[in-house]
């Protein structure tokens, strides 16, 4: 999943993807319906999913189609599904720790049998 982003930004702008995430939801809960459906375990799955930031993108297309497929479409919220997308999980989510920014380090200097230069 790495790769199907550029960065995960932090500070600012992962607030904001924190913020967009949890917008994204209310739409969804306002189409929750008393009986339990299918359809109502599929907002529960793809609510749970946008909040913790677990398959971001997964969980955007379902969003997105939950929807599309909704007694009235919601354009302006299919857009900010659309955006958050195309933006990614960001560094405050269980995307962003798992497949976020990490540091390697090719190549030991303990394995080659050198010390490590002094500071």
């Not at 997964?58 to 497929?69: E, F, K, R, S």
């Not at 007694?71 to 299919?78: G, S």
């Not at 955006?83 to 380090?105: E, K």
């Amino acid at each position: 999943m790495q790769r199907l982003f550029v960065m995960f930004p932090d500070r600012a702008p992962g607030v904001g993807l924190v913020l967009l995430r949890v917008g994204l939801c209310a739409p969804l809960l306002l189409q929750w319906n008393a009986p339990w459906t299918l359809r109502s375990t599929a907002l529960a799955v793809v609510i749970g999913l946008l909040l913790l930031g677990w398959l971001t993108p997964m969980a955007t297309v379902l969003a997105g189609v939950l929807l599309g497929a909704g007694p009235a479409i919601h354009w302006p919220w299919i857009a900010v599904a659309l955006a958050l997308l195309l933006l990614g999980p960001g560094a405050y989510s269980l995307d962003g720790g798992r497949f976020g920014r990490r540091v390697r380090q090719w190549g030991s200097t303990r394995r080659r049998g050198r010390t490590p230069p002094k500071e």
